[in-house]
């Protein structure tokens, strides 16, 4: 079993900037794929970004440009660098890894507003 903790959520401007970042730990053998996913009352839990093990990384067309995605492989670690943000980009934020299996982190909420 793994476990996620995400750090980094907050409530921020529009224009601005955060950087969200997700620790894994327990029983780890091999993380492959990590990501985040986001959302928000009454819809459906959404890709954000995701980065495979050889670090290959897949945006939503929504935040291509203006988040990044990377990880850190000796501390089982991704980040999400979002910049220039928007009040649409506010949601519940989940980081994804599979390690022989999902695991899911419990959500760090993000919120752009003035």
């Known amino acids: 079993q793994v476990q996620l903790v995400e750090f980094g959520g907050g409530l921020v401007q529009p224009g601005g900037s955060l950087r969200l970042s997700c620790a894994a730990s327990?029983?780890?053998?091999?993380?492959?794929?990590m990501a985040w996913y986001r959302q928000t009352p009454g819809k459906e839990r959404e890709l954000v970004a995701l980065?495979?093990?050889?670090?290959?990384?897949n945006y939503a067309a929504s935040v291509k440009g203006r988040f990044t995605i990377s990880r850190d492989n000796a501390k089982n670690t991704v980040y999400l660098q979002m910049n220039s943000l928007k009040p649409e980009d506010t949601a519940v934020y989940y980081c994804?890894?599979?390690?022989?299996?999902?695991?899911w982190g419990q959500g760090t909420q993000v919120t752009i507003s003035s």
């Open positions: 980065i495979s093990s050889g670090g290959t990384r």
């Open positions: 327990g029983n780890i053998v091999s993380i492959g794929t």
């Open positions: 994804y890894c599979n390690s022989l299996g999902p695991s």
